[in-house]
């Protein structure tokens, strides 16, 4: 498929025949001996023409693969494929800088050569649509269609104006090599083709009969892509897209690990469910966008793929480890308690239980500890709550300030007064019975700082004047001590109860 001898193939837009009333050399505004062709000035800007040459001489290397010595290259331009929906929702906003092509108007031929993210080297896949087999070909607005007698419509984005324009006049004299063998004859298209040799190759191959070259394999690249975060993109070629899939599925990671240490025993599933969601969700993407990349017909060696399969086994192990030692950390992590409070009284000024069948309206609550009463008849509930490391004593009191707040309790005190040598804050309020009888809501909490636990001590009585209460409440605080975590008794439920 190789042209003999070093061929320049230099532009040539009229080679078919004029394109206008007068040559295009006439056009121009200016001429230039480092213009594309006679005439490009009055299409292309210098700049464009200097950017549009880079291109042609980066791409050129790839398209001597297929052009023959008689064919003649009429016009070359910078385009991007319009990709399938499906690819576009992949890459999202970068769908059209990693599908940029320039596409090479032969007399014979369209040929198509893939350039890299940048636009300035080529890559390499390389494809053809001989107009032998094309049906209609037209540019509307910013794009340019070809419509092959069998096979998909193509569609490119053609950003410059001058590109375009100069394709309009070009398209009228192609047509009339369209179909000039009948439609029966024609070839399905696009023609894909081998980057080593040109020879003719089906989409996404394995390998090249003709010159026996290996391409790289969309099996391994999901393989990989499942077994560890940013593997795939990495062996399709694009290390940049690798490293973001790698931190975007690291920060999921990262996210599902948090919503296990902070979600309560019961929500645990749903976190799992959620986390599972996401996995799920990311390997899908991922194993998509490396299968549409790995398809440019990237040459591969075997001891490449030799090493990217023993990675995709390595890798496949660590993330087996990472996702299976996500609930024994997520366990270890979360929040327990690690002291409890116990009142030491020798002269029987307060009885204790730890039976949570003796303490009524709080016999349900999970953060219930203790149950003290007083000999005055003085009723003290110890609550305990264990902290999180994304969890601090100020949130806390905020929360139950603006709790206190929507509930419509008034705040008689709201401050850091406790008996030494404990620390924390306290709230005193008054709130309403069912009767209309005044409440007072006594609330000590103290805080365990080498442990960022929480401690409520709650007392409530009735009338407006708690000071006796919190005498009282102060009273147990004085005799309080940290003993080791003593969880309560519950009582045992019967079956189907």
């Given at each position: ?54 291109q042609?001489n ?18 070359v ?29 032969t ?22 649509f ?69 020879a ?73 469910g ?17 299968r549409?990349l790995?398809a ?28 299976g ?144 209460a ?28």
């Amino acid at each position: 498929m190789h042209p003999s001898g070093n061929h320049d193939y230099k532009i040539e837009p009229e080679f078919l025949g004029p394109l206008g009333d007068r040559p295009l050399v006439e056009m121009a505004r200016s001429g230039s001996p480092n213009d594309l062709f006679p005439g490009a000035s009055a299409f292309l800007a210098a700049r464009h023409q200097k950017g549009r040459r880079e291109q042609w001489n980066a791409a050129k290397p790839l398209a001597k693969r297929l052009l023959q010595p008689e064919e003649r290259v009429l016009y070359v331009a910078h385009a991007m494929q319009v990709p399938p929906v499906l690819h576009a929702v992949a890459l999202g906003a970068m769908a059209f800088p990693y599908h940029q092509v320039m596409l090479i108007f032969t007399d014979t031929r369209l040929i198509e050569v893939m350039l890299r993210v940048r636009g300035k080297s080529a890559d390499t896949r390389l494809r053809s649509f001989p107009w032998a087999g094309v049906r209609d070909a037209k540019v509307t607005f910013s794009k340019m269609r070809i419509v092959p007698a069998d096979g998909k419509k193509q569609e490119w984005r053609v950003p410059l104006r001058g590109d375009r324009n100069l394709i309009k006049l070009l398209l009228p004299r192609l047509k009339t090599h369209f179909l000039q063998e009948g439609a029966a004859a024609a070839q399905r298209l696009p023609l894909w083709h081998c980057p080593q040799c040109g020879a003719t190759v089906p989409p996404n191959p394995l390998s090249c009969e003709a010159c026996r070259t290996a391409f790289r394999s969309s099996r391994l690249a999901t393989l990989l892509s499942l077994a560890f975060p940013g593997a795939g993109l990495l062996y399709a070629g694009h290390p940049f897209l690798a490293a973001m899939d790698c931190l975007g599925e690291m920060f999921l990671y990262a996210v599902f690990l948090l919503m296990m240490l902070q979600a309560e025993p019961g929500a645990i599933p749903a976190a799992v469910g959620f986390g599972a969601f996401l996995f799920i969700l990311t390997k899908l993407e991922s194993v998509h966008l490396s299968r549409i990349l790995v398809a440019r017909t990237r040459p591969d060696t075997e001891s490449r793929r030799a090493g990217y399969t023993r990675l995709a086994v390595a890798g496949g192990l660590a993330s087996l480890i990472v996702i299976g030692g996500a609930f024994p950390l997520a366990g270890a992590a979360r929040p327990k308690l690690e002291r409890d409070l116990d009142v030491a009284a020798d002269d029987g000024s307060w009885q204790g239980s730890r039976n949570a069948g003796e303490w009524g309206t709080f016999a349900e609550d999970a953060d219930a500890r203790s149950q003290w009463e007083h000999s005055s008849g003085l009723r003290v509930m110890l609550l305990a709550y264990p902290q999180g490391m994304m969890e601090g004593s100020d949130d806390f009191r905020n929360q139950f300030r603006q709790a206190w707040r929507q509930q419509g309790i008034a705040l008689v005190k709201d401050d850091v007064d406790l008996p030494p040598p404990f620390e924390g804050f306290r709230f005193i309020g008054i709130s309403r019975a069912g009767d209309g009888q005044p409440v007072s809501l006594i609330q000590y909490f103290v805080v365990d700082g080498s442990n960022q636990d929480i401690h409520q001590v709650s007392a409530a009585v009735l009338g407006e004047d708690a000071e006796p209460a919190d005498q009282i409440v102060r009273d147990l605080l004085s005799r309080a001590r940290w003993i080791d975590p003593k969880p309560p008794e519950r009582p045992t439920q019967a079956p189907g109860g």
